[in-house]
């Protein structure tokens, strides 16, 4: 599995970036995926997961209500709908495979998204 992230950029605050991760293979329906990042000096965080089906989300606190994850199984494509940016959002956001124990299995390389206040 190849997964390979789009759609970041500079933006200013309260502002709008949606982000795309496109995934070969032909079992993408399959498996969760999920979306995290990691800030300029911090670690690795959770921002959203989002099931085989699409039906079911989670949200950190931090994004919830401004972050929309979602999937389209047709193009094998995960998107993340980030509206109402903040400075606190400037980050390197990874999309990441679902693996059978529940964790993360596959990454991709990262979008580097720029929240500029």
């Known amino acids: 599995v190849q997964l390979v992230e789009s759609g970041g950029g500079l933006v200013q605050a309260g502002g709008s970036l949606r982000l795309s991760c496109a995934a070969s293979g032909r079992t993408f329906s399959s498996y969760a995926m999920g979306w995290f990042r990691q800030a300029p000096g911090k670690g690795l965080e959770w921002v959203s997961r989002?099931?085989?089906?699409?039906?079911?989300?989670g949200y950190a606190d931090s994004v919830k209500g401004r972050f929309t994850i979602s999937r389209d199984n047709a193009k094998n494509t995960l998107y993340l709908q980030m509206n109402a940016l903040t400075s606190e959002d400037t980050a390197v956001y990874y999309c990441?495979?679902?693996?059978?124990?529940?964790?993360?299995?596959?990454w991709g390389k990262g979008t580097l998204v720029t929240v500029s206040s």
């Open positions: 990441a495979k679902g693996s059978a124990s529940d964790g993360m299995d596959y």
């Open positions: 989002l099931n085989s089906g699409g039906d079911s989300t």
